[in-house]
């Protein structure tokens, strides 16, 4: 067992530990003797502290998970719900579209043509990809809150335009201003979630963000299915006015959201840190000061930010073009590269598993297995929506027990598996589905099947993993290029599906399945494992991790500003504490 000396992080403690049941031997945490003495050491790949002292080991886990860690971390989940609106305008947007493109008075007005269609979905695609890529620099030198507001404003802009459009290009160009708020706000919620969350709960809570993307396209979808009954512009407006609601609500409730402690201290602003984290971790202003948990966690925080700048020059408050530059090649420096590959295919993975093909072409696809009429085909398209929001709810609840790596893994194959089988059938019996019906039903069941598997995996995890994966000094511009991946293979998909398709759905079916093969592949011998690691940790699940003289160079920062020391005085203080 590695024995190189590493600080406990936050929840180590004993109020959030468990003691290992199996050894028979006292606890050092409740010992008389303080830890300093102690050799102690943090597994990377699930973050358990393990303790060596007078010939035992102990081991200590972090605080609860799943709902028990939901309960004891109110606060933040209220915030990371609270941000997770930016992923429902989102998913609402794509609900509603579906919809609003084939209703009668929209068409008599504006009888577009295929091409003008694709362009209505794909302004708001691009919108979004330049919204994503600026964003992280505004959350960089603004703050990840103010930013928040920004965007909110820009998408209710957008959204006004197409509500009120008198044109089709006010509705256009509506599309191409909502989208930049999109994009935005699609980077900036996960990052403001990953940055307040405590490790134990992270998956969770950023698994949010999903939960409210599908929230908002089923939303969407039925609320453009009912308005479509509704008289002359109506119909369309309707859907198309109610999404300035949640953009109006998360504008105004950002202004009271706690901004990123993180940030924070890599701005240097240490006391508005401590007063941020002592909210986020339910403490008031004066426990925070004594509060070792929030004390702990600033200070990781604080080495992180120091490493960064004495190993590797980096820093958020560097300023101008040539910086921005800087920290844009920092990205594919060597150091960085493979997180920021990692970012990058997770989000080209979650796309090229073929989830928004479904969506979009939902109705076509499904009658090319061999379904008819309106109503099926709409249902059938809203009815995805439905099994995402579902399949979302155990990942939100496991996630963190299970890990993200599992589930990618289990996620692929499964989509692996239904592709293949959508494409047997539809290559079996694509030219007389009538006398077949149990085989296109079939083929709808793998539909389902697909949307299941993607759902508790590459849907939720690819708003997570990249959050996760980038130290702070490139967090926010890491996250910007990801999402943009993200928005690009969207975009992609939507070009390339109707081509495909028309020359054949079995093999639009094979790309996907090849797509879900090399996810396998990738997440099995690519993608480290970063649930429960805190984020200041997510360095050692890397093979670019900090080498040995950067390992020294953290142990003497965290000598410096006192971390070493507080272990140990905490170590002290709980002995005593036990005795009194
Ligand atoms: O995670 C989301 C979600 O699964 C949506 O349904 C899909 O349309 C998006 O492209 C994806 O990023």
Not at 76 to 93: E, N, P
Not at 152 to 158: M, P
Request: proline share 5%; glycine share 10%.
């Amino acid at each position: 067992m590695s024995s190189q000396p590493q600080k406990p992080g936050r929840g180590y403690i004993p109020i959030s530990t468990q003691y290992n049941e199996e050894s028979s031997a006292e606890s050092p945490l409740s010992a008389n003797t303080p830890l300093r003495a102690d050799t102690y050491h943090v597994t990377p790949h699930d973050g358990t502290l393990i303790i060596h002292k007078d010939g035992h080991s102990y081991t200590y886990s972090y605080g609860p998970k799943g709902i028990p860690g939901l309960f004891h971390n109110s606060f933040a989940l209220a915030c990371a719900v609270f941000a997770s609106l930016g992923g429902l305008t989102f998913g609402y947007d794509q609900g509603v579209i579906a919809n609003v493109l084939v209703m009668p008075d929209f068409l008599q007005r504006w009888p577009i043509t295929p091409l003008q269609k694709g362009l209505m979905t794909a302004m708001l695609e691009l919108g979004a990809l330049l919204g994503a890529l600026t964003a992280g620099t505004f959350a960089d030198r603004i703050s990840r809150r103010q930013s928040i507001i920004i965007a909110c404003f820009v998408f209710c802009l957008g959204s006004s335009m197409q509500f009120g459009a008198q044109k089709l290009w006010h509705l256009i160009l509506g599309r191409a201003v909502g989208g930049l708020g999109v994009g935005a706000l699609s980077m900036l919620s996960p990052l403001y979630m990953a940055e307040i969350s405590p490790p134990e709960v992270r998956g969770s809570l950023m698994a949010l963000e999903q939960f409210a993307i599908v929230l908002g396209a089923v939303l969407g979808f039925w609320t453009g299915f009912f308005s479509r009954s509704l008289p002359g512009s109506a119909s369309w407006r309707t859907p198309l006015g109610i999404q300035i609601i949640p953009g109006i609500f998360l504008a105004f409730g950002s202004i009271f959201l706690p901004p990123s402690p993180r940030l924070l201290v890599a701005q240097g602003r240490y006391d508005e840190a401590r007063n941020s984290l002592a909210r986020l971790r339910r403490r008031n202003p004066s426990e925070a000061e004594s509060d070792p948990l929030v004390q702990i966690e600033l200070l990781e925080m604080r080495s992180e930010v120091l490493l960064m700048e004495r190993a590797f020059g980096t820093t958020v408050k560097e300023s101008g073009i040539r910086a921005e530059i800087r920290t844009w090649g920092r990205l594919f420096s060597k150091k960085y590269r493979d997180r920021t590959f990692i970012g990058v295919l997770m989000m080209f993975f979650q796309q090229w598993s073929g989830i928004n093909a479904l969506l979009y072409y939902g109705p076509t696809l499904v009658q090319s297995i061999g379904l008819q009429g309106d109503k099926v085909t709409l249902m059938v398209s809203g009815g995805i929506g439905i099994v995402q929001f579902f399949a979302v709810l155990p990942a939100i609840l496991y996630i963190d027990r299970l890990g993200r790596k599992p589930l990618l893994r289990w996620g692929s194959a499964v989509m692996c598996f239904a592709h293949l089988a959508i494409a047997v059938l539809v290559r079996l019996y694509e030219d007389d589905w009538s006398a077949h019906v149990g085989a296109a039903w079939t083929a709808v069941g793998c539909v389902y099947l697909f949307t299941a598997a993607y759902g508790t995996s590459y849907g939720p995890i690819g708003w997570i993993l990249p959050s996760e994966v980038f130290p702070i000094s490139v967090r926010s511009k890491g996250v910007s290029l990801s999402t943009a991946s993200n928005w690009f293979n969207n975009f992609l998909i939507g070009l390339v599906t109707p081509l495909m398709m028309e020359q054949s759905a079995s093999v639009t079916f094979i790309t996907f399945s090849t797509a879900c093969f090399l996810g396998y592949f990738w997440s099995t011998y690519r993608v480290p494992e970063t649930g429960n690691v805190p984020l200041e940790e997510i360095d050692a699940v890397f093979s670019s991790s900090v080498g040995a003289e950067d390992s020294e160079l953290k142990d003497q920062i965290e000598r410096e500003i006192g971390l070493h020391d507080l272990i140990a005085d905490i170590g002290a203080e709980s002995s005593l504490d036990e005795h009194e």
